[in-house]
């Protein structure tokens, strides 16, 4: 039961960590567009709670975020927060961080066996196609919405972000991997199955 409660405390701990992450990417600069949809590092925040924390934790990373927000904290971009900004042309990419934080954990640790390092091109396609790709999807059509503008508009007005958001990518593949490296406990991943004739540890 100890272990237990140890484990789920740490969960929390890295729940509020990666929350923390992705509030201090946003308020700490955002370069300003016409369409009302800020350039900001917060998706960075995003790829790396999907890639090191899963598709579980790191969803629940981000609501935390969102909820943050709902309240009134000032933790999106430029220092947001309140309802209003669910009524904003941003709208839609902060809907799509939550299937986008999940895919991006779900294919970065696609086809990984116990204790095995994080394969590299994996962790990029989770960063690229739910970091990106599912957000879009959703982020597109918000501004479409709210700006009201026709979808193809909204589409080409999103491209000014792509450039950004694949080096955000490739950061956070580079960074995940080195934090595995340096600390593999940080994914939270269950441990490397035992060789033949070797004991498995006692717990403490």
Do not use: C, H, N
């Not at 900001?40 to 790829?47: A, F, R």
């Not at 299937?99 to 970065?108: E, F, N, Q, R, S």
């Not at 957000?135 to 909204?154: E, N």
Request: no cysteine; aromatic share 6%.
């Amino acid at each position: 039961m100890a272990s237990s409660a140890r484990f789920e405390s740490r969960d929390l701990a890295r729940i509020a960590i990666f929350a923390a992450i992705i509030v201090v990417l946003g308020v700490a600069g955002q370069v300003p567009l016409p369409v009302g949809v800020p350039i900001t590092l917060q998706t960075l925040g995003v790829m790396l709670a999907g890639i090191v924390l899963g598709p579980v934790r790191g969803a629940a990373a981000v609501l935390v975020v969102l909820l943050l927000a709902a309240v009134g904290l000032p933790v999106l971009s430029g220092g947001r927060g309140g309802l209003d900004v669910f009524f904003g042309p941003t709208v839609g990419y902060m809907i799509g961080w939550i299937p986008g934080v999940i895919l991006t954990g779900l294919l970065a640790r696609s086809g990984r066996t116990r204790g095995a390092d994080p394969v590299w091109w994996r962790v990029a396609l989770g960063a690229i196609v739910g970091g990106i790709g599912v957000v879009y999807a959703f982020g597109v059509p918000g501004v479409a919405l709210v700006v009201g503008i026709p979808l193809a508009d909204a589409a080409v007005s999103s491209l000014v972000f792509l450039p950004g958001d694949l080096a955000k990518a490739v950061v956070a593949t580079v960074l995940a991997l080195a934090l595995w490296r340096a600390y593999p406990p940080a994914f939270a991943l269950a441990p490397a199955a035992p060789r033949a004739g070797e004991s498995v540890p006692a717990a403490r």
